[in-house]
Protein backbone atom coordinates (compact mmCIF):
# COMPACT_ATOMS: atom_id res chain seq x y z
CA UNK A 1 0.00 0.00 0.00
CA UNK A 2 1.05 3.31 -0.58
CA UNK A 3 0.99 5.97 2.43
CA UNK A 4 1.45 9.25 4.02
CA UNK A 5 1.86 10.31 7.15
CA UNK A 6 1.18 14.21 8.95
CA UNK A 7 2.06 14.52 12.24
CA UNK A 8 1.64 17.34 14.72
CA UNK A 9 3.01 17.74 18.30
CA UNK A 10 6.36 17.12 20.03
CA UNK A 11 9.40 15.00 19.84
CA UNK A 12 7.79 12.16 21.06
CA UNK A 13 5.21 12.23 18.37
CA UNK A 14 7.91 12.24 15.78
CA UNK A 15 9.53 9.60 17.07
CA UNK A 16 6.90 7.59 16.78
CA UNK A 17 5.89 8.77 13.31
CA UNK A 18 9.60 7.88 11.83
CA UNK A 19 9.59 4.63 13.88
CA UNK A 20 6.24 3.77 12.48
CA UNK A 21 7.26 4.69 9.18
CA UNK A 22 10.35 2.42 9.40
CA UNK A 23 7.89 -0.42 9.89
CA UNK A 24 5.64 0.20 7.11
CA UNK A 25 8.96 0.63 4.81
CA UNK A 26 10.20 -2.95 6.61
CA UNK A 27 6.73 -5.03 5.70
CA UNK A 28 7.01 -3.36 1.49
CA UNK A 29 4.70 -0.46 1.89
CA UNK A 30 6.18 2.76 0.16
CA UNK A 31 5.42 6.19 0.82
CA UNK A 32 2.91 8.18 -1.91
CA UNK A 33 4.76 9.78 -4.33
CA UNK A 34 3.56 13.58 -3.76
CA UNK A 35 0.65 14.34 -6.08
CA UNK A 36 -0.50 11.01 -5.86
CA UNK A 37 -3.35 9.66 -4.06
CA UNK A 38 -2.19 7.35 -1.47
CA UNK A 39 -4.02 4.40 -0.46
CA UNK A 40 -3.74 5.10 3.49
CA UNK A 41 -3.25 8.39 5.30
CA UNK A 42 -2.13 8.68 8.60
CA UNK A 43 -2.41 11.27 10.91
CA UNK A 44 -0.78 11.51 14.16
CA UNK A 45 -2.66 14.02 16.38
CA UNK A 46 -1.31 16.41 19.56
CA UNK A 47 -3.51 17.68 22.10
CA UNK A 48 -1.69 19.49 24.29
CA UNK A 49 -3.53 22.77 23.84
CA UNK A 50 -7.14 23.55 22.29
CA UNK A 51 -5.80 24.66 19.54
CA UNK A 52 -3.90 21.80 19.03
CA UNK A 53 -6.86 19.30 18.99
CA UNK A 54 -8.89 21.98 16.49
CA UNK A 55 -5.95 21.73 14.23
CA UNK A 56 -5.81 17.83 14.47
CA UNK A 57 -9.12 17.47 13.56
CA UNK A 58 -8.94 20.65 10.51
CA UNK A 59 -6.11 18.17 9.58
CA UNK A 60 -7.70 14.83 9.59
CA UNK A 61 -10.98 16.44 7.39
CA UNK A 62 -8.17 18.12 4.54
CA UNK A 63 -6.74 14.98 4.28
CA UNK A 64 -10.12 12.75 3.61
CA UNK A 65 -11.03 15.67 1.59
CA UNK A 66 -7.88 15.18 -0.68
CA UNK A 67 -7.77 11.09 -0.26
CA UNK A 68 -11.59 10.61 -0.71
CA UNK A 69 -10.95 6.89 -1.20
CA UNK A 70 -8.09 6.50 1.41
CA UNK A 71 -8.34 4.93 5.03
CA UNK A 72 -7.97 7.37 7.53
CA UNK A 73 -5.54 6.75 10.40
CA UNK A 74 -5.97 8.79 13.21
CA UNK A 75 -3.72 8.14 16.69
CA UNK A 76 -1.75 10.60 19.21
CA UNK A 77 -2.91 12.21 21.80
CA UNK A 78 -5.88 14.02 20.58
CA UNK A 79 -7.66 10.51 19.38
CA UNK A 80 -6.44 9.38 22.98
CA UNK A 81 -9.09 11.76 24.29
CA UNK A 82 -11.77 12.21 21.59
CA UNK A 83 -11.71 9.15 19.36
CA UNK A 84 -15.45 9.59 18.92
CA UNK A 85 -14.58 13.16 17.23
CA UNK A 86 -11.74 11.90 15.40
CA UNK A 87 -13.78 9.64 13.75
CA UNK A 88 -16.90 12.23 12.71
CA UNK A 89 -13.92 14.23 11.13
CA UNK A 90 -13.28 11.73 9.06
CA UNK A 91 -11.36 9.15 10.34
CA UNK A 92 -11.61 5.57 9.30
CA UNK A 93 -9.63 3.66 12.06
CA UNK A 94 -8.80 5.19 15.34
CA UNK A 95 -6.09 4.41 18.13
CA UNK A 96 -4.47 6.35 20.53
CA UNK A 97 -0.76 6.87 21.87
CA UNK A 98 -0.74 3.28 22.80
CA UNK A 99 0.17 -0.25 20.18
CA UNK A 100 1.53 1.34 17.17
CA UNK A 101 1.70 -1.92 15.93
CA UNK A 102 -1.44 -2.97 16.04
CA UNK A 103 -2.45 0.60 14.74
CA UNK A 104 -0.68 -0.47 11.68
CA UNK A 105 -2.16 -4.26 11.27
CA UNK A 106 -5.40 -2.16 11.70
CA UNK A 107 -4.68 0.22 8.84
CA UNK A 108 -3.09 -2.74 6.39
CA UNK A 109 -6.55 -4.76 7.58
CA UNK A 110 -9.05 -1.84 7.26
CA UNK A 111 -9.42 -0.77 3.48
CA UNK A 112 -12.57 -3.08 4.44
CA UNK A 113 -14.14 -1.95 7.50
CA UNK A 114 -13.85 1.19 10.06
CA UNK A 115 -12.08 0.35 13.31
CA UNK A 116 -11.75 2.48 16.96
CA UNK A 117 -9.28 0.64 19.62
CA UNK A 118 -8.78 3.28 22.34
CA UNK A 119 -7.29 1.78 25.54
CA UNK A 120 -7.14 3.35 29.16
CA UNK A 121 -3.23 4.70 29.28
CA UNK A 122 -3.25 3.96 33.21
CA UNK A 123 -3.85 0.35 32.14
CA UNK A 124 -0.29 0.72 30.30
CA UNK A 125 2.44 -1.00 32.13
CA UNK A 126 4.95 -2.46 29.48
CA UNK A 127 6.98 -0.16 27.69
CA UNK A 128 6.12 0.45 23.89
CA UNK A 129 9.26 -0.61 22.05
CA UNK A 130 9.95 1.21 18.39
CA UNK A 131 12.58 1.08 16.24
CA UNK A 132 14.56 4.55 16.92
CA UNK A 133 16.36 6.29 13.78
CA UNK A 134 15.39 9.55 11.39
CA UNK A 135 13.93 8.15 7.85
CA UNK A 136 15.38 11.38 6.11
CA UNK A 137 19.03 11.60 5.89
CA UNK A 138 21.39 10.03 9.17
CA UNK A 139 22.54 13.59 10.89
CA UNK A 140 20.63 13.47 14.37
CA UNK A 141 18.43 10.28 15.63
CA UNK A 142 15.35 10.48 18.31
CA UNK A 143 15.56 7.76 20.68
CA UNK A 144 12.60 7.48 23.02
CA UNK A 145 13.49 6.27 26.25
CA UNK A 146 10.27 7.08 28.29
CA UNK A 147 6.39 7.19 28.31
CA UNK A 148 3.71 8.82 30.27
CA UNK A 149 3.76 11.47 33.18
CA UNK A 150 1.72 11.47 36.77
CA UNK A 151 3.11 15.28 37.80
CA UNK A 152 -0.76 16.71 36.65
CA UNK A 153 0.34 20.35 35.91
CA UNK A 154 -3.01 22.23 36.13
CA UNK A 155 -2.49 23.51 32.77
CA UNK A 156 -2.27 19.84 30.85
CA UNK A 157 -4.12 16.98 29.46
CA UNK A 158 -1.06 15.05 28.57
CA UNK A 159 -1.03 12.62 31.79
CA UNK A 160 -5.01 11.35 30.95
CA UNK A 161 -3.25 10.99 27.08
CA UNK A 162 -0.02 9.30 27.85
CA UNK A 163 -0.84 7.84 31.01
CA UNK A 164 1.37 5.51 33.86
CA UNK A 165 5.43 6.29 33.81
CA UNK A 166 6.86 3.43 31.63
CA UNK A 167 10.93 3.05 30.84
CA UNK A 168 12.45 1.33 27.95
CA UNK A 169 15.15 -0.72 29.85
CA UNK A 170 18.96 0.91 30.28
CA UNK A 171 20.30 -2.43 28.15
CA UNK A 172 17.55 -1.76 25.79
CA UNK A 173 18.94 2.15 25.45
CA UNK A 174 22.47 1.06 24.77
CA UNK A 175 21.28 -1.51 22.04
CA UNK A 176 19.48 0.78 20.37
CA UNK A 177 22.48 3.61 20.93
CA UNK A 178 24.74 0.84 19.56
CA UNK A 179 22.66 0.44 16.69
CA UNK A 180 22.25 3.96 15.41
CA UNK A 181 26.15 4.45 15.93
CA UNK A 182 26.94 1.83 13.43
CA UNK A 183 23.79 3.47 10.72
CA UNK A 184 26.24 6.59 11.56
CA UNK A 185 24.23 9.14 13.17
CA UNK A 186 26.20 11.94 14.53
CA UNK A 187 23.84 12.85 17.31
CA UNK A 188 20.97 10.96 19.57
CA UNK A 189 18.44 12.81 20.57
CA UNK A 190 16.97 11.72 24.08
CA UNK A 191 13.24 12.44 24.53
CA UNK A 192 9.80 11.36 26.25
CA UNK A 193 7.23 12.68 27.95
CA UNK A 194 9.21 13.09 31.10
CA UNK A 195 12.26 11.86 30.76
CA UNK A 196 13.09 13.39 34.27
CA UNK A 197 11.11 10.13 35.99
CA UNK A 198 13.26 7.59 33.43
CA UNK A 199 13.33 4.63 35.41
CA UNK A 200 10.59 4.76 38.51
CA UNK A 201 8.71 1.84 37.04
CA UNK A 202 12.12 -0.18 36.62
CA UNK A 203 13.52 -2.75 38.74
CA UNK A 204 15.96 -1.22 40.64
CA UNK A 205 14.74 2.15 39.92
CA UNK A 206 17.62 3.08 37.92
CA UNK A 207 17.84 7.32 36.88
CA UNK A 208 18.25 9.25 33.94
CA UNK A 209 21.60 9.86 34.93
CA UNK A 210 22.64 5.96 35.05
CA UNK A 211 20.21 5.62 31.50
CA UNK A 212 22.23 8.54 29.66
CA UNK A 213 25.80 7.08 30.90
CA UNK A 214 25.01 3.64 29.38
CA UNK A 215 23.97 5.48 26.39
CA UNK A 216 27.02 7.40 26.21
CA UNK A 217 29.40 4.52 26.95
CA UNK A 218 27.40 3.10 23.14
CA UNK A 219 27.29 6.34 21.46
CA UNK A 220 31.04 6.54 20.37
CA UNK A 221 31.53 9.63 18.36
CA UNK A 222 27.66 9.82 18.24
CA UNK A 223 26.75 13.38 20.43
CA UNK A 224 24.27 13.05 22.88
CA UNK A 225 21.93 15.31 23.35
CA UNK A 226 18.93 15.48 25.99
CA UNK A 227 15.22 16.46 25.42
CA UNK A 228 13.18 18.35 28.19
CA UNK A 229 14.34 18.39 31.25
CA UNK A 230 12.32 18.85 34.76
CA UNK A 231 14.49 20.97 36.71
CA UNK A 232 14.40 18.60 39.70
CA UNK A 233 16.14 16.10 38.03
CA UNK A 234 19.17 18.32 38.25
CA UNK A 235 21.41 17.72 41.64
CA UNK A 236 25.01 17.46 42.08
CA UNK A 237 24.85 13.59 41.81
CA UNK A 238 23.48 14.31 38.39
CA UNK A 239 26.01 16.43 37.08
CA UNK A 240 28.53 15.03 38.10
CA UNK A 241 27.50 11.39 36.53
CA UNK A 242 26.62 13.48 33.34
CA UNK A 243 30.23 15.12 33.18
CA UNK A 244 31.46 11.71 32.71
CA UNK A 245 29.79 11.27 28.97
CA UNK A 246 32.41 11.98 26.42
CA UNK A 247 30.19 13.69 23.87
CA UNK A 248 27.52 14.80 25.80
CA UNK A 249 25.51 18.11 24.17
CA UNK A 250 26.39 20.98 26.24
CA UNK A 251 22.66 22.08 26.22
CA UNK A 252 20.06 21.90 28.77
CA UNK A 253 16.31 22.28 27.98
CA UNK A 254 14.03 22.91 31.82
CA UNK A 255 10.83 23.31 31.93
CA UNK A 256 10.43 26.66 33.74
CA UNK A 257 6.36 27.86 33.02
CA UNK A 258 7.08 30.79 34.94
CA UNK A 259 9.24 32.71 37.01
CA UNK A 260 7.27 33.55 39.96
CA UNK A 261 6.44 31.25 42.60
CA UNK A 262 2.70 31.84 43.20
CA UNK A 263 2.23 31.23 39.83
CA UNK A 264 4.07 27.96 39.72
CA UNK A 265 2.18 26.69 43.08
CA UNK A 266 -1.27 27.15 41.08
CA UNK A 267 0.36 25.15 37.95
CA UNK A 268 1.37 22.50 40.42
CA UNK A 269 5.01 22.80 39.40
CA UNK A 270 7.40 20.19 41.46
CA UNK A 271 9.68 23.46 42.28
CA UNK A 272 10.16 26.67 43.23
CA UNK A 273 12.22 29.59 41.71
CA UNK A 274 15.02 29.31 44.16
CA UNK A 275 15.09 25.55 43.17
CA UNK A 276 15.00 26.02 39.73
CA UNK A 277 17.87 28.37 40.01
CA UNK A 278 19.83 26.00 42.00
CA UNK A 279 19.49 23.80 39.06
CA UNK A 280 20.64 26.24 36.52
CA UNK A 281 23.55 27.14 38.65
CA UNK A 282 24.52 23.58 39.30
CA UNK A 283 24.90 23.03 34.96
CA UNK A 284 26.92 26.21 34.70
CA UNK A 285 29.43 25.04 37.26
CA UNK A 286 29.39 21.11 35.74
CA UNK A 287 29.49 22.50 32.20
CA UNK A 288 30.55 25.99 31.42
CA UNK A 289 29.85 27.71 28.61
CA UNK A 290 26.37 25.79 28.76
CA UNK A 291 23.40 26.66 26.61
CA UNK A 292 20.44 26.74 29.19
CA UNK A 293 16.72 27.39 27.51
CA UNK A 294 13.15 27.20 28.89
CA UNK A 295 9.51 27.16 28.38
CA UNK A 296 7.49 29.41 29.71
CA UNK A 297 3.81 30.15 29.63
CA UNK A 298 2.72 33.28 30.02
CA UNK A 299 -1.08 35.19 31.19
CA UNK A 300 -1.70 31.87 33.19
CA UNK A 301 -4.76 32.16 34.95
CA UNK A 302 -4.82 34.55 37.79
CA UNK A 303 -1.45 35.60 37.00
CA UNK A 304 -1.06 39.41 38.04
CA UNK A 305 1.05 42.01 36.39
CA UNK A 306 3.19 41.68 39.52
CA UNK A 307 3.55 38.12 39.07
CA UNK A 308 4.70 38.89 35.54
CA UNK A 309 7.02 41.23 36.40
CA UNK A 310 8.62 38.66 39.13
CA UNK A 311 8.88 36.30 36.34
CA UNK A 312 10.59 39.04 33.66
CA UNK A 313 12.75 39.64 36.25
CA UNK A 314 13.56 35.56 37.30
CA UNK A 315 14.42 35.07 33.23
CA UNK A 316 17.43 38.16 33.27
CA UNK A 317 18.62 36.30 36.41
CA UNK A 318 18.23 32.74 34.75
CA UNK A 319 20.37 34.63 31.18
CA UNK A 320 18.67 31.82 29.47
CA UNK A 321 20.49 31.18 25.77
CA UNK A 322 16.97 31.07 24.00
CA UNK A 323 13.46 30.56 25.27
CA UNK A 324 10.51 29.11 23.80
CA UNK A 325 7.51 31.09 24.90
CA UNK A 326 3.61 30.10 25.01
CA UNK A 327 0.98 32.51 25.38
CA UNK A 328 -1.44 30.52 27.74
CA UNK A 329 -4.50 28.21 26.10
CA UNK A 330 -7.28 26.61 28.02
CA UNK A 331 -7.20 22.89 27.65
CA UNK A 332 -10.71 21.61 28.76
CA UNK A 333 -10.59 18.49 30.44
CA UNK A 334 -7.61 20.62 32.76
CA UNK A 335 -7.96 21.99 36.36
CA UNK A 336 -6.63 25.55 35.05
CA UNK A 337 -9.45 25.75 32.54
CA UNK A 338 -11.70 25.87 34.98
CA UNK A 339 -9.65 28.62 37.02
CA UNK A 340 -10.84 32.04 37.89
CA UNK A 341 -8.69 34.91 36.67
CA UNK A 342 -8.56 34.32 32.94
CA UNK A 343 -6.65 36.50 31.17
CA UNK A 344 -7.56 38.16 27.58
CA UNK A 345 -5.42 37.02 24.89
CA UNK A 346 -4.43 40.65 24.37
CA UNK A 347 -2.90 40.43 28.18
CA UNK A 348 -1.52 36.93 27.41
CA UNK A 349 -0.28 38.31 23.84
CA UNK A 350 1.79 41.17 25.07
CA UNK A 351 3.10 39.48 28.12
CA UNK A 352 4.74 37.22 25.38
CA UNK A 353 5.71 39.91 23.71
CA UNK A 354 7.87 41.16 26.75
CA UNK A 355 9.30 37.83 26.97
CA UNK A 356 10.27 37.50 24.03
CA UNK A 357 11.93 40.92 24.00
CA UNK A 358 13.88 39.86 27.24
CA UNK A 359 14.90 36.47 25.56
CA UNK A 360 16.27 38.44 22.21
CA UNK A 361 18.51 40.27 25.12
CA UNK A 362 19.77 37.43 26.21
CA UNK A 363 20.15 35.26 23.41
CA UNK A 364 22.53 37.85 22.02
CA UNK A 365 24.35 38.56 24.98
CA UNK A 366 24.67 34.78 25.15
CA UNK A 367 26.10 34.83 21.03
CA UNK A 368 28.48 37.97 21.76
CA UNK A 369 29.91 35.45 24.77
CA UNK A 370 30.62 33.03 22.36
CA UNK A 371 33.03 34.81 20.07
CA UNK A 372 36.23 33.79 20.37
CA UNK A 373 35.50 30.54 21.78
CA UNK A 374 36.14 27.55 19.86
CA UNK A 375 32.88 25.00 19.17
CA UNK A 376 32.11 21.75 18.33
CA UNK A 377 29.76 22.13 15.47
CA UNK A 378 27.72 19.29 13.86
CA UNK A 379 27.16 20.38 10.02
CA UNK A 380 23.38 19.89 8.48
CA UNK A 381 23.63 21.91 5.49
CA UNK A 382 25.79 23.63 2.85
CA UNK A 383 25.01 26.66 0.25
CA UNK A 384 27.30 28.34 -1.89
CA UNK A 385 30.22 27.19 -0.27
CA UNK A 386 29.35 27.95 3.64
CA UNK A 387 28.02 25.07 5.77
CA UNK A 388 25.63 25.24 8.66
CA UNK A 389 25.42 23.46 11.49
CA UNK A 390 24.56 23.66 15.64
CA UNK A 391 27.27 23.69 18.27
CA UNK A 392 26.92 21.48 21.14
CA UNK A 393 25.42 24.46 22.96
CA UNK A 394 22.78 24.00 20.76
CA UNK A 395 23.70 27.60 18.42
CA UNK A 396 23.07 27.92 15.14
CA UNK A 397 26.64 28.35 12.99
CA UNK A 398 27.99 29.38 9.84
CA UNK A 399 31.75 28.38 8.31
CA UNK A 400 33.02 28.61 5.03
CA UNK A 401 33.17 24.74 4.09
CA UNK A 402 31.99 22.10 1.72
CA UNK A 403 31.19 18.68 2.15
CA UNK A 404 30.61 18.64 6.14
CA UNK A 405 27.69 17.26 6.08
CA UNK A 406 27.22 15.04 8.83
CA UNK A 407 30.33 15.96 10.47
CA UNK A 408 31.50 17.58 13.91
CA UNK A 409 34.17 20.24 13.13
CA UNK A 410 35.54 22.69 15.47
CA UNK A 411 34.91 26.14 14.66
CA UNK A 412 36.22 29.36 16.38
CA UNK A 413 33.81 31.73 16.20
CA UNK A 414 34.93 35.41 15.15
CA UNK A 415 31.33 37.00 14.93
CA UNK A 416 27.83 37.34 15.91
CA UNK A 417 24.60 38.68 14.16
CA UNK A 418 22.43 38.31 17.08
CA UNK A 419 20.83 35.40 15.97
CA UNK A 420 23.64 32.88 14.69
CA UNK A 421 27.12 32.51 14.94
CA UNK A 422 29.52 32.33 12.18
CA UNK A 423 33.52 31.39 12.58
CA UNK A 424 36.16 29.46 10.55
CA UNK A 425 36.69 25.90 11.16
CA UNK A 426 40.00 24.89 12.84
CA UNK A 427 42.26 21.81 12.21
CA UNK A 428 41.13 18.89 14.13
CA UNK A 429 43.69 18.53 17.10
S1 LIG B 1 5.41 17.43 33.45
FE1 LIG B 1 3.53 18.64 33.53
S2 LIG B 1 3.57 19.75 31.57
FE2 LIG B 1 4.98 18.03 31.35
S3 LIG B 1 3.76 16.37 30.45
FE3 LIG B 1 3.73 16.14 32.68
S4 LIG B 1 1.85 17.16 33.35
FE4 LIG B 1 2.34 17.87 31.28
Redesign the pocket.
Known amino acids: MKYRISTLGCKVNQYETQAMETILLSRGHMPAPSGERADVVIVNTCA?TAESGRKSRQLIRRLREENPEAVIGVCGCYSQLSPEEAQMSGGTVIFGTGDHAAFLQALEKAAEEATVCVDDPFRRFVYEELPAGAVAGRTRALLKIQDG?????T?????YT?GRLRSLPIEKCAEETARLREEGYREIVLTG??I?SYGVDLPGKPGLAEAVCAIGEQAGPMRVHLG?L?PTVVTEDFCRALSSVEHLCRHFHL?L?SGCDRTLKAM??KYDTARFYHSVQLLRQAFPGCGITCDLITGFPGETEQDFAETLAFLQKCAFSDMHIFPYSRRPGTPADKMPGQCTNAVKQRRAADALSVCNEMHRSFLEACVGQTLPVLFETEKDGVSTGHSDTYVLVRAPGEGLRNRVCPVRITNTDGESLSGIIEEEQ
Do not use: G
Open positions: VCVNFCYCIIPRIEASESQNR
